[in-house]
């Protein structure tokens, strides 16, 4: 498990670049913690140290963004569905298992379709709106 304290996005994006270089084809990470938290932006700096230059969105209304870098990223926003049956509606499984990387925000509600071997980032907005972000599964 590793933890820091994220005082800017700037700190956060950061953060993500370095995360980016420890992943390989078919890493899926669950992005966890409360809107405003910054899951958006730790995706920005992930795509950021992928080599992708495209501007990086929150895909809410979307649900799936996908962006070409040094591999697929494929960015799910599950904010807007209701579980399990709407997600396997979208058909979209398979980009858990696929040559890319998958980062799911809001994972929980498909909890029990995740791959065991993930990586969990989570965070929590302190008092000063300063990040506590916590990594787990993250092989270094």
Request: with cysteine.
């Given at each position: 498990m590793k933890q820091i304290i994220s005082h800017s996005a700037e700190d956060t994006i950061s953060f993500g670049e370095g995360i980016a270089k420890s992943l390989k084809k078919g890493s899926v990470i669950t992005l966890h913690g409360p809107l405003g938290s910054g899951k958006t932006t730790i995706?920005?700096?992930i795509a950021r140290g992928l080599g992708i230059e495209e501007t990086i969105t929150s895909p809410s209304f979307t649900l799936i963004s996908e962006y070409?870098?040094?591999?697929h990223l494929y960015h799910m926003d599950l904010y807007r569905i209701d579980g399990?049956?709407?997600?396997?509606?979208?058909?979209?499984?398979e980009l858990m298992y696929g040559q890319g990387i998958t980062l799911i925000e809001w994972a929980e509600k498909i909890k029990d379709l995740l791959p065991h071997d993930r990586i969990s980032i989570s965070f929590k907005i302190g008092p000063e709106d300063d990040r506590t972000i916590t990594v787990e599964g993250l092989e270094n």
């Open positions: 995706v920005k700096g070409e870098g040094s591999c399990i049956d709407e997600f396997e509606m979208l058909g979209v499984e």
